[in-house]
């Protein structure tokens, strides 16, 4: 039923896909990684993931969703998106988005999560910071005065003309409820080749491990993975 339903929802982002390519106010894509990376984590319980999207772009604005196979009761996670974004200079950019994060068929609480990005060009790298405000809004103990945080910095520094790019991000996951804080740090190695997008990548977590008071699943770390992925 798990595979079933996966495979049949990203059928349709492909299917979307194409008719995206002709109509031209379409964007999204697919991927295979050998993890869903997450966090310093795996997702996927250090197995195999699929996931695709598919948006609806217009002026400085999108609408759609993201998806992937994951090792949660449902086998499924969907977000639903939305944002905007532009530029303040020709170096500096910023956006705001909005997601709502879903888990079909598990007991896990769908949560909201606001983001807002700024990113700069510098020439020899891009860099960009943001901060996610998650909130449950059907849990009483995670109120949006709860206070959760999870900043996050970026950079990425491509090899001169060479179609290769090093990215490092690291972030943090604070004051969430009944919950430790902890670091994490993702980085990979990306190139491109026939229109595929080819990463190699490691995911960690610091000493401070993310454990729950309410028993949550705490999600493997220290991950070598690498995705094949393709534009629409």
């Known amino acids: ?12 982002f492909l ?23 997450w966090q310093g984590g795996s997702e996927s319980a250090e ?8 948006y609806y772009n217009f002026d400085a604005c999108y609408a759609g969703f993201w998806a992937s196979s994951a090792d949660y009761p449902g086998g499924i996670e969907i977000d639903y998106e939305t944002g905007c974004g532009g530029s303040l200079t020709d170096n500096l950019g ?9 888990y079909p068929g598990d007991t896990y609480e769908n949560l909201f999560e606001l983001r807002l990005k700024m990113s700069a060009d510098l020439g020899v790298a891009s860099v960009w910071g943001r901060v996610l405000l998650p909130t449950w809004p059907d ?41 430790d804080d902890y670091d994490w740090y993702h ?13 190699a990548f490691y995911s960690d977590r610091s000493d401070r491990d993310p454990k729950c008071s309410d028993g949550s699943i705490v999600r493997e770390d220290g991950i070598f993975g690498v995705s094949i992925s393709r534009g629409f």
């Open 1 to 12: 039923m798990k595979r079933s339903l996966v495979f049949g929802m990203l059928t349709a």
């Open 15 to 37: 299917s979307m896909a194409v008719y995206g390519v002709a109509h031209a106010e379409f964007s999204g894509g697919l991927k295979l990684a050998s993890h869903y990376a």
């Open 47 to 54: 197995e195999p993931a699929l996931q695709g999207s598919m």
């Open 94 to 102: 910023w956006s705001v988005d909005l997601i709502y994060l879903t």
């Open 139 to 179: 849990k009483d103990d995670q109120a949006n005065t709860s206070g959760h945080n999870r900043p996050q910095f970026g950079v990425t520094v491509p090899f001169g003309d060479a179609p290769f790019s090093v990215s490092a991000t690291y972030g943090q996951d604070n004051k969430r409820p009944n919950c």
């Open 187 to 199: 980085v990979s190695v990306d190139t491109s080749f026939k229109g595929f997008g080819l990463s």
